[in-house]
């Protein structure tokens, strides 16, 4: 799988396979969505253990890459369903760029863009992305950010207080 290197205004400047990008650590074009329900809790899910890198841990509704030639909203909508098994609307909220590395020598490195939607229906999660999944009320997330940290993916800490912003500013 390749993915979209760029710069830091989204620029694509390139495209490499993934795992080569991961080990040297190159920005590339990433999304992240978050769905919330009609109580505004917000879906997360547990990675499966045999992701490339943290395996386990929690994180928002779904994360991915879009491919050359991708529309990045179109991707993240196709990437939802194949993750968690249901489609819905989704809008952009925001981007960030962030930079992590890992225990086992790859490090995210992402221009991510943010999309927000709601969802109360049905979610069949596909099991080789996702062991597990919940709604859980934002202030109850923000607790447990702060005393079970290491329960939580790296950019789901750094995006999570980026979109309680986003919330506090906008209507979703």
Partial sequence: MNVILVDEHDRQTGIMEKME?????????A??????NEKNEMLLHKRAGG????????TNACCSHPQPGD??????????QEEMGFN???????????????????????????????????????????????FKPVEEIKNSIQVHPQKYTAWFKIAFPKMEA????AAI
């Fill in 21 to 29: 990008v991961h080990q040297k650590a190159l920005l590339h074009r």
């Fill in 31 to 36: 999304f992240s969505i978050f769905i919330f």
């Fill in 51 to 58: 992701k490339y890198h943290s395996g386990g841990l929690w």
């Fill in 71 to 80: 529309d990045t909203r179109a991707a993240a909508e196709i990437r939802l």
């Fill in 88 to 134: 819905t609307v989704i809008n952009k909220a925001f981007d960030f760029i962030y930079k992590v590395p890992f225990d086992n020598g790859l490090t995210e490195h992402e221009f991510d863009h943010v999309f927000i939607g709601r969802y109360d229906g049905e979610i069949k999660p596909n099991a080789e992305e996702v062991s597990d999944y919940c």
């Fill in 166 to 169: 986003y919330l506090q500013s």
